[in-house]
């Protein structure tokens, strides 16, 4: 078993930053990918960002390119996205997701059926 902890949501206006931490605990040993997704009210959930186990690899949903930065800690065993430029269109609760397979590469990232352990999200409130 994995638990994940999200911090980092508010309320912010339009051109700011915010930064969410996920924290994990447990089987933190058999973690490899972590990504993030979000999901707006009556929306599908969408990926946001994935990062490959050593940090090498991450990839992007097209709509943050640019603007959201993912990265980790495997000594602390935590997640984080930065986010700058933020737009009202970002509004959603945000989750983090950890893969314990060892075939995580950009195919599987933006696939939520890929990760086996979810967070309970933070909400992030972009205001125009």
């Known amino acids: 078993q994995v638990q994940l902890v999200e911090s980092g949501g508010g309320l912010v206006q339009a051109g700011g930053s915010l930064r969410l931490s996920c924290a994990a605990s447990?089987?933190?040993?058999?973690?490899?990918?972590m990504g993030w997704f979000r999901q707006a009210p009556g929306k599908e959930r969408e990926f946001v960002a994935g990062?490959?186990?050593?940090?090498?690899?991450?990839y992007y949903g097209d709509s943050v390119k640019g603007r959201f930065t993912i990265s980790r800690d495997n000594a602390k065993n935590t997640v984080t996205l930065q986010m700058n430029s933020l737009k009202p269109e970002d509004t959603a609760v945000y989750y983090c997701?950890?893969?314990?397979?060892?075939?995580?590469?950009?195919?599987?990232?933006?696939?939520?059926?890929?990760?086996?352990?979810w967070g309970q999200g933070t909400q992030v409130t972009v205001s125009s």
């Open positions: 997701a950890v893969d314990l397979s060892r075939v995580y590469s950009g195919l599987y990232a933006a696939n939520p059926s890929t990760y086996d352990y």
């Open positions: 447990g089987r933190t040993s058999s973690i490899y990918g």
């Open positions: 990062i490959s186990r050593s940090a090498s690899f991450t």
